[in-house]
């Protein structure tokens, strides 16, 4: 893949929370940074995602009295997990990882800042109807092939990817730029929904 005007590099979420030490850690989260600025300089379009909850956010495991972490309650949108304290807004762990370029993205989504509702997806928060306005301006900008990178493979770049398909993207998700949480085989699942969709893989070493 030779990287055009029409495609955009989409970083999800490489955050300090989803790093080793961080509050809500993705195994070696930290090892896609590297990567992540590598592929930063093939593409002339570059956009970040940033997970800002507020702090009484309802996907907090602490906001619900007597419930643990990783715990599903039922919400009007239908079963949300419950996660640790994890990117409230303005704090340390909200903040890109150490040494990931910024400098390139011309644009940053913040999403998750409605307490009442959890996003996962760049486009679209959980509740499946409010969007954040990623694919209008993606279109206004020309761009027509999405290549994704970040955290987590089987959470927030899954879900990104599945919601780029639906909006009419070519997409493809770099799969030595991203790593996973693997709850229960999520990982697999995320992998085989997101072929079932259209959605392509490809290694690093094949773009540029």
């Not at 906001?63 to 304290?85: C, D, I, K, M, T």
């Not at 993205?105 to 959890?118: H, T």
């Not at 954040?132 to 027509?144: K, Q, S």
Request: net charge negative; with cysteine.
């Amino acid at each position: 893949m030779t990287p055009g005007g029409a495609d955009l590099l989409l970083v999800i979420d490489v955050q300090v929370d989803f790093l080793p030490g961080g509050a809500l850690p993705v195994p070696e989260g930290d090892a896609v940074v590297g990567p992540v600025n590598a592929l930063q300089q093939q593409f002339r379009h570059v956009a970040l995602t940033q997970d800002w909850h507020p702090a009484d956010h309802v996907s907090f495991a602490d906001n619900h009295p007597g419930r643990a972490s990783f715990e599903s309650v039922a919400l009007p949108y239908g079963p949300q997990v419950l996660w640790p304290r994890h990117c409230v807004q303005g704090s340390k762990g909200a903040g890109f990882a150490p040494g990931l370029d910024t400098d390139r993205a011309g644009l940053v989504i913040r999403k998750g800042l409605d307490p009442r509702v959890d996003s996962y997806s760049a486009f679209l928060e959980a509740d499946r109807t409010t969007r954040t306005g990623l694919a209008g301006a993606l279109r206004e900008r020309g761009i027509t092939r999405l290549v994704l990178c970040g955290l987590a493979t089987d959470f927030c770049v899954a879900w990104s990817a599945l919601d780029a398909r639906d909006a009419g993207f070519d997409v493809w998700v770099v799969d030595d730029a991203v790593r996973g949480i693997d709850v229960d085989g999520s990982l697999a699942q995320a992998w085989a929904r997101m072929r079932a969709a259209g959605v392509h893989r490809i290694a690093a070493a094949e773009i540029g």
